[in-house]
């Protein structure tokens, strides 16, 4: 017996005459599958529970007086295993599971989705018998039932493996999927008494009423991509191809920055489908709905195909040759230069394309006045992002699931970090992490993860933070982690207070920014206050160095820290700027939608890339189309820091924002070297790193939330995952998955207002307002809560104010709102 086996924690068996050391309590399909031996199976799946449902896993094992579920069934020392390769016995089993398994089959493999990566049909073929002996009527159900808007349930097709119920329960924590009724009319199927008021009769009647989705989970997709069979398909996909057909190639998400590994499956020059990438650091074999389904936007009819540039004649966006658009980019950016031109970036960008865009605005623009924040920001959190972000990468995924405590500040996981949401919850299930939350109240995502409130009115969360000695208490066990999201930046002293109890505790700090591009961004220099590789701009060794690798003089680049977002919309509405070059906004992110609509109409010269018609594109004097995620190559940097690399999925003429911005430069006699991705990389690669001490995190002081009057109350809010984004226009089939808007209030305000639960009420300020249904929640005395971009509540286009803003509450839908804001 070796060393390793006589070690107590394992143990030695023989599985098909091959003696094997494995762990206590591992089960003998793994210890199999490490060998090499496939032992077929439908309901095993290494990251859900074991089931024996199927019964397709039967082994022999000497002392047993019948074969074995291998999925359940956990080593000991000295047992003997045969598997189907070996034994009679167990081959003959498998053969009649199957048998039994098919008798109700429909066999419809020309016509399944699933046909031709099927398990069911592979395995019917290897361990199977050749003829049943079933002739019998089969059992039929009606085909298919749509148990949401995107899933679609075949339920003769089940062979009851519970992957999808199992899935639900364990890892999204969404039980509204389930086995139902008893025997032979045992089926899988979905709850409806709690949730639509119907009578649960199993009878798969769904979707009969208006808002009727009853599998409402965000994480829906994964039950498809792993039922063994074609009981569970997408209504995006269905019918649309054959795996045959399709090419599959590796991605990354581009929606969060959770930074999943993906699959994309193409035909003839259009993607029909994504799939979760199999990545055991990051997403493990899960994502999101939205990162699933969310592609669409990619070949919308609306797309921008062809540069376009105001006629001087007619003040009209007209069609031009990509000669004439660059040529009048770069003459108009030129012209501007002298009032200064400012740079502002979306979410959606790769760190080659953000790198792309630092480089322009030092070395071509010869400014600081860059900011990819495209939200409400402080400066305060532009200081803790060059302090505690840049360039640090002291948390990951494997620590969020092994810490002993969290708190979470200002970060709705489910709602901005899907798979981050997914590994908390694995961590509080599998490994007793204890979730603390300071929010206005427990969310159902919060609850899931079994979070302890520290209830906050929005602007307290510094004071919480520095004071409260729960939060404290919290952070004091080993291996802590303190997890704040970016809307913390709209809170005075939030994220000094965070730096400050992180030094204090010992707790590692991460910082989880809402959107892919983001946490890169900070890296490439996609700040007022940054360069790339995270230096300070005012640090004169950095600009050096920068410009000895940009071939630059010394001295050229500019040493003032620049204009953040909401200052350059302020210059530029004000006319203090020449010019303006935006990539990737969407204004309705922005915290105050009109006032940037105004710094577009009011800047002598506008520049937008752009894939979809915008806001922007609308006001830009030049609009220059750029390829999509799924055309270019590029590297999305997630929460973590950790880079997540892709290729080309789709060859196309469209160009990244990097070589587009080459050629502007170009024409502007400024040589950028921007315009291949693999070029970047090696530019980032080579970048000498800084000597420079790391900035001191920021110390603002802790402010006070605002106090409400008569009539008001303090506002919270944050975007739902499934929302109003442009990068889901379009697709009503995934937007019908979507979190229905209300407006929450407490039983205080309920009462006050003397509306009951479903009642209008209006959230109003001079502006507009947004009047939807009320939901009775427990909330801090005068606090609302709205979503910030969902259908009927765009909350910073229609009220100008975002979250610990006053703002007015009325029962019903007042008369003069209707004329100005948004309304249901």
């Not at 039950?223 to 398909?233: D, F, K, M, R, Y």
């Not at 900011?371 to 620590?399: C, H, I, N, Q």
């Not at 709205?786 to 229609?798: C, D, E, F």
Request: net charge negative.
């Amino acid at each position: 017996m070796t060393d390793l086996a006589k070690k107590t924690d394992t143990v030695t068996l023989t599985i098909d005459g091959i003696e094997v050391t494995a762990e206590k309590g591992e089960l003998v399909i793994r210890v199999a599958e490490r060998m090499g031996i496939a032992i077929p199976r439908f309901c095993d799946h290494p990251l859900l529970d074991p089931a024996g449902a199927c019964r397709q896993c039967l082994v022999e094992i000497e002392g047993q007086r019948k074969p074995v579920a291998s999925c359940t069934q956990a080593v000991a020392e000295g047992m003997v295993v045969k598997t189907q390769l070996t034994s009679p016995v167990a081959d003959k089993a498998q053969h009649g599971v199957m048998e039994l398994l098919l008798a109700n089959h429909p066999l419809d493999c020309p016509t399944c989705d699933k046909g031709g990566e099927c398990p069911l049909q592979n395995q019917a073929m290897s361990n199977g018998r050749v003829d049943s002996r079933f002739h019998e009527h089969k059992r039929e159900y009606e085909k298919p039932i749509h148990i949401s808007s995107q899933v679609l349930l075949d339920r003769e097709r089940c062979i009851l493996c519970q992957r999808c119920t199992r899935f639900s329960e364990e890892i999204a924590g969404d039980k509204f999927i389930d086995l139902m009724d008893r025997s032979s009319g045992e089926q899988i199927n979905v709850y409806r008494d709690d949730f639509f008021g119907g009578a649960g009769t199993g009878d798969g009647q769904v979707g009969e009423g208006e808002g009727d989705v009853a599998f409402d989970s965000y994480f829906s997709g994964n039950t498809i991509q792993i039922c063994p069979v074609g009981a569970l398909t997408g209504e995006q996909y269905r019918f649309r191809a054959r795996p045959f057909d399709l090419v599959s190639s590796p991605t990354a998400c581009e929606h969060c920055a959770s930074g999943c590994s993906m699959r994309a499956d193409h035909r003839r020059g259009k993607v029909l489908r994504r799939l979760a990438g199999d990545d055991a650091a990051v997403n493990e074999e899960w994502n999101c709905d939205k990162g699933r389904w969310g592609f669409r936007y990619a070949t919308a009819n609306d797309r921008i195909m062809n540069p376009l540039v105001r006629d001087a004649a007619t003040g009209e966006l007209r069609e031009a040759s990509w000669s004439e658009a660059l040529l009048a980019a770069a003459t108009g950016l030129q012209g501007a230069k002298g009032k200064g031109v400012g740079v502002l970036t979306g979410g959606r960008l790769t760190v080659e394309d953000a790198y792309a865009y630092a480089k322009f605005a030092r070395v071509a623009l010869g400014t600081n006045d860059i900011d990819f924040r495209s939200r409400p920001l402080s400066s305060e959190e532009a200081d803790f992002l060059a302090a505690s972000v840049a360039g640090v990468t002291d948390v990951t995924y494997e620590d969020v699931e092994n810490a002993s405590s969290a708190v979470i500040v200002s970060f709705e996981p489910e709602e901005e970090s899907p798979i981050l949401f997914l590994r908390l919850r694995k961590g509080h299930n599998k490994k007793k992490l204890q979730v603390t939350a300071i929010a206005p109240y427990l969310s159902r995502g919060l609850s899931k993860i079994g979070a302890t409130l520290v209830q906050a009115v929005p602007g307290d969360e510094a004071r919480l933070l520095a004071d409260d000695p729960a939060v404290a208490a919290a952070l004091s066990a080993p291996g802590s982690l303190l997890l704040v999201g970016e809307r913390l930046a709209t809170v005075p002293g939030g994220l000094s207070a965070a730096a400050a109890l992180a030094e204090r505790t010992g707790a590692r700090l991460a910082w989880i920014p809402r959107r892919a591009g983001d946490r890169g961004a900070v890296d490439a220099g996609l700040l007022p206050n940054l360069l790339p590789g995270g230096r300070p701009v005012n640090d004169p060794a950095a600009r050096a160095e920068l410009s000895l690798s940009w071939g630059v003089e010394t001295g050229a680049l500019p040493s003032v820290p620049g204009r953040d977002t909401d200052g350059i919309i302020a210059a530029a509405a004000a006319g203090r700027l020449g010019g303006l070059l935006v990539g990737g906004v969407d204004t309705n992110d922005l915290s105050d939608p009109r006032l940037a609509e105004q710094a577009l109409d009011a800047a002598d010269f506008v520049v937008s890339l752009e894939m979809r018609p915008t806001t922007v594109t609308r006001r830009a004097d030049v609009v220059l189309p750029i390829a999509p995620a799924q055309e270019k190559a590029g590297t999305y940097m997630d929460w973590e820091g950790r880079l997540r690399s892709f290729e080309t999925v789709l060859p196309s003429t469209s160009m990244t924002d990097g070589r587009v911005l080459e050629a502007v430069a170009a024409l502007m006699e400024v040589t950028l070297g921007t315009g291949d991705v693999m070029a970047i990389r090696r530019e980032l690669g080579s970048m000498p790193a800084s000597n420079s001490a790391r900035p001191v995190a920021p110390m603002v002081a802790a402010g006070a939330p605002a106090k409400p009057g008569a009539g008001e109350a303090v506002l919270a809010t944050w975007h739902h995952l499934i929302d109003q984004g442009s990068l889901l226009d379009g697709d009503d089939v995934l937007k019908g998955t979507a979190r229905l808007p209300q407006v929450r209030i407490g039983k205080d305000v309920a009462e006050t207002l003397g509306v009951a639960e479903g009642d209008v009420v209006t959230v109003s300020t001079d502006r507009g307002g947004i009047s939807l249904p009320a939901a009775i929640t427990d909330l801090p005395p005068q606090t609302v809560w709205v979503p910030t971009n969902s259908p009927g509540s765009t909350l910073r286009r229609s009220l100008g104010v975002t979250s610990g803003a006053i703002v007015r509450l009325t029962a019903g839908i007042p008369g003069p709102i209707l004329a100005e804001g948004a309304t249901v």
